[in-house]
């Protein structure tokens, strides 16, 4: 039946886009307030050593400077290193700034300068005096495999192999064996870390922070300096940009509210950009793969192991080469993830963190094979094609891969690629077709979600989520609107503050499937107590009704399903209950029956370059990305979250690397002139195809998440598709023209 309020799959307009637009949308920098002060982060020109003095007369002599915190005058606190974890916190012991004289890394924060005004605190730093003693740093990664340990325990997805992988080489007609790398890569949202901090007149704190968590940073602070939840509140209204580098408080968060607490004045830390870099970056991987067929084509082994820098201090780890032993049909596989530790931060999660990465090897790997076996890299992937997970030894909940491949070559027109390198052209550009697979784990999370309904109609809807830029509101508005039947316009999702009932960190591409669960469920609360009330009324147009079965909520009634023309309204329902308000809070985990399936968003991206003989410059002139991921909520945004995906996987590919200066130990392009991102003039024709899939086992509104999903294979698709161009195989990202002449 046709309804006004069916907005799940529509491609409606973000509901905070207008606020975004006009500047109503605030950020964590700026919320202001009288007598706010400004804090400026000093950082160590050293990445490894130890500070000998720290001088800070001068910036205390200045007018207006009210004080330089250092590891010699920062209070005593909280120091362990468990009040110091937070959700997201690798094993080991986490940095905790201004603990003491060491230096354990590039850019590490080493003062903070509060002053009357932003311009005094930054000359205030610029007057700090530092001496040194400075040790050596270890910074490469490359030629230190046999450094390299198994950590003790992995974040995500432990390395479990099967089968016989030697054995299955052994017996392999052909073989392919090659070494990829990929340098790091830093987080550089628009928006630079902040953190404001207000003392409120009953000295409590409302602290406002960039992050993907309100809660993990509010749990973080009270452990550390032993705050009560109503002694600091953290809100976090719009995010910036994040994909991972929220995920973790940082340590602008720790000394905006050291410093309130000490002067009890309100606070603002604000990063640069250059700071940017001494935090939240992807390691740096050097990843082997080797893979084995018989003539056919048929994976009878592979081998994928994989070596990631970590600090001194954490061991971080990310499902870095799980993926092979998952996307396609083979009976042996051999795995091995190992750290390598350098003087540097800790690595942080970035966008589908070690898919895109431990992707981006095996499907180069796959195409490289493809070109061996003299089969089409395309069909390669089909020969291969794998309906259950092997790893795993469980079905799918749904995998239209096929589709994806299908759809995608079809789009892109893959059947006029010339199979031989080097054979397309037009004048001096060589063009090249490239491909890939995706792939991205769903994990639903628990997560709570309470519905408010007011007399007058309107719903509030709130959990303690977060928009990184990703959609929540606008499709947690769509998801409340049409599971009670209500206008859009009478829909507000509230999210961003530790008040609201809990929420999983907003990352892994599970906001939509957790917080959009808890959403759904709480309406769906709402709903039973209109029954419940619906029962007791004698003179409701639905008098008699017992079950929620009978009745259906849309086109802002509740009507009789199998007699639409009897309905009531949701207000008059609670009018003549005598009710103002109507109220659910419910909490959702992911169900029983999920442990017996795998569940993955998959995609196939295929990739069009145009390379300048001459100069060796690339241009991606095409990319086709067909996405299974689930019931799309909202195709308007979630087209955006692809085509963000593919923008960022052609940094990867292209552009991106953060270039360590090892005698100093510190990455020396740390801004954006040095540090190349894309900009519009390297975006050029962009398709996103959404292949229809059903999955009802993922949860009950049958989505997976899209946010992830549009990076991992993109970078692998650029780069096989450079080859096909140029016939030069670049196994080290980013393919920069130098590595093409
Ligand atoms: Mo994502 S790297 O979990 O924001």
């Not at 950082?43 to 003095?53: L, N, P, T």
């Amino acid at each position: 039946m046709e309804t006004t309020t069916n907005y799940i799959g529509q491609p409606t307009s973000r509901v905070d886009g207008r606020a975004k637009v006009t500047g109503e949308a605030k950020y964590a920098a700026e919320f202001h307030k009288e007598g706010l002060t400004y804090g400026v982060v000093v950082s160590s020109a050293i990445a490894k050593g130890k500070i000998i003095q720290i001088d800070t007369k001068a910036a205390l002599n200045l007018p207006g400077v009210l004080q330089v915190f250092t590891h010699e005058n920062r209070p005593g606190l909280a120091w362990s290193d468990k009040s110091y974890q937070d959700e997201d916190a690798p094993p080991g012991a986490p940095f905790r700034p201004l603990y003491d004289e060491k230096i354990l890394f590039g850019q590490q924060p080493i003062a903070l300068v509060v002053a009357d005004t932003f311009e005094l605190a930054r000359y205030g730093a610029s007057l700090v005096k530092v001496s040194y003693e400075t040790e050596t740093p270890v910074t490469e990664v490359k030629n230190r495999k046999a450094e390299a340990y198994t950590p003790k325990e992995y974040k995500s997805a432990k390395p479990s192999p099967r089968g016989d992988a030697q054995q299955g080489l052994a017996e392999s007609a052909l073989k392919m064996e090659a070494e990829y790398f990929h340098s790091s890569e830093h987080h550089n949202p628009m928006e630079m870390h902040a953190t404001t901090v207000m003392v409120e007149e009953d000295e409590t704190l409302t602290v406002y922070d960039k992050t993907q968590g309100v809660q993990n940073s509010q749990k973080y602070i009270s452990k550390i300096f032993g705050l009560s939840k109503d002694q600091a509140h953290v809100i976090s209204p719009f995010v910036g940009g994040a994909f991972g580098s929220g995920l973790r408080p940082q340590y602008q968060l720790f000394l905006a509210v050291m410093a309130a607490l000490e002067l009890k004045r309100s606070v603002r830390v604000m990063l640069t950009r250059q700071q940017m870099f001494s935090f939240g970056h992807r390691p740096a991987t050097l990843q082997q793969v080797v893979l084995g067929t018989n003539p056919q084509g048929s994976l009878q082994a592979v081998v994928h192991e994989g070596f990631s820098e970590t600090s001194q201090f954490e061991e971080y780890t990310e499902n870095l080469v799980n993926w092979s032993a998952m996307l396609y049909k083979c009976d042996n596989v051999q795995l091995a993830h190992k750290l390598i530790k350098i003087d540097a931060y800790t690595p942080l999660d970035m966008r589908a963190p070690g898919g895109v990465t431990g992707m981006f090897a095996l499907e180069c790997a796959m195409d490289e094979l493809a070109y061996k076996l003299n089969i089409d890299p395309l069909e390669l992937r089909y020969i291969n094609y794998s309906d259950i997970d092997q790893s795993q030894d469980h079905p799918f909940s749904s995998k239209e891969l096929k589709e994806c491949y299908r759809q995608g070559a079809e789009k892109f027109g893959w059947s006029k690629r010339n199979p031989q390198p080097r054979s397309m052209r037009e004048g001096n550009t060589l063009i090249g077709y490239g491909m890939a697979t995706g792939a991205w784990e769903i994990k639903q999370q628990k997560a709570s979600a309470k519905a408010l309904l007011m007399a007058d109609g309107k719903l509030k809807v709130s959990s303690a989520t977060a928009d990184i830029g990703t959609g929540t509101y606008t499709i947690m508005t769509q998801i409340a609107a049409e599971t009670l039947g209500l206008p859009l316009a009478d829909v507000t999702f509230l999210l961003g503050d530790s008040s609201l009932p809990e929420s999983p960190l907003e990352g892994g591409s599970w906001t939509a499937a957790s917080v959009g669960s808890a959403v759904k469920a709480a309406c769906e609360g709402i709903q039973e107590k209109l029954i419940a009330y619906i029962r007791k009324l004698e003179d409701s147009p639905l008098a008699g009704v017992h079950r929620l079965e009978e009745v259906t909520f849309a086109d802002g009634k509740i009507s009789l399903k199998n007699n639409p023309d009897r309905f009531t309204t949701l207000t008059e329902v609670m009018q003549q209950a005598g009710q103002n308000f109507v109220e659910a809070s419910v909490t959702t985990t992911p169900e029983l029956k999920q442990k017996k399936y795998s569940m993955f968003t998959h995609s196939a991206v295929f990739v069009e370059v145009r390379v300048d003989e001459d100069f060796g410059t690339v241009q991606v002139s095409r990319v086709v990305s067909a996405i299974a991921g689930g019931r799309v909520i909202n195709p308007k945004t979630a087209r955006n979250q692809i085509l963000g995906g593919i923008v960022w996987g052609i940094g990867m590919a292209l552009e991106e690397e953060s270039v360590m200066d090892s005698n100093y130990g510190r990455f020396i392009n740390h801004d954006l002139a040095e540090y190349h991102v894309p900009v519009s003039a390297d975006i050029q024709d962009l398709e996103v195809i959404f292949v229809e899939e059903h999955d009802d086992i993922v949860n009950p509104l049958g989505v997976k998440g899209l946010g992830e999903i549009g990076i991992v294979g993109t970078a692998a698709a650029i780069a096989n598709a450079v080859y096909h161009a140029t016939g030069k195989r670049v196994r080290d990202l980013p393919i920069t023209l130098d590595k093409l002449l």
